[in-house]
């Protein structure tokens, strides 16, 4: 089992930038997939980046690559979502989660953490 807190959203106008923080805790983390959706309601879960945390391979969605970037710090248990550039179709709940493996596919995501509000003002 894994553990995910999210932490780091609020308000920010259109052009900053954001850190989400997602604090990862349980017994065999490195052998996970960590990973960041967003939703908006009314709207169906979207991807936005994931990482496996012991090699390092991402993914990104089209819709953000080039503006955000999914890290980790194995110091802090933390898997980073920096997002640059933001814009008001940024706004949602933003949800970090995680699931067994690498190269797994989005749907496979099994563990959810609360979720952070990111609202982008025009």
């Known amino acids: 089992q894994v553990q995910l807190v999210e932490s780091g959203g609020g308000l920010v106008q259109a052009g900053g930038s954001l850190r989400l923080s997602c604090a990862v805790s349980g017994r065999t983390f490195s052998r996970y997939t960590v990973g960041w959706f967003r939703q908006v309601p009314g709207n169906e879960r979207e991807f936005v980046a994931g990482i496996h945390w012991s090699s390092g391979s991402t993914d990104y969605s089209d819709s953000v690559r080039g503006r955000v970037t999914i890290s980790t710090d194995n110091a802090k248990n933390t898997v980073y979502l920096q997002m640059n550039t933001l814009k008001p179709e940024d706004t949602a709940v933003y949800y970090c989660?995680?699931?067994w493996g690498m190269g797994v596919p989005r749907s496979a995501y099994d563990h959810w953490g609360q979720g952070t509000q990111v609202a982008v003002s025009s």
């Open positions: 989660a995680a699931a």
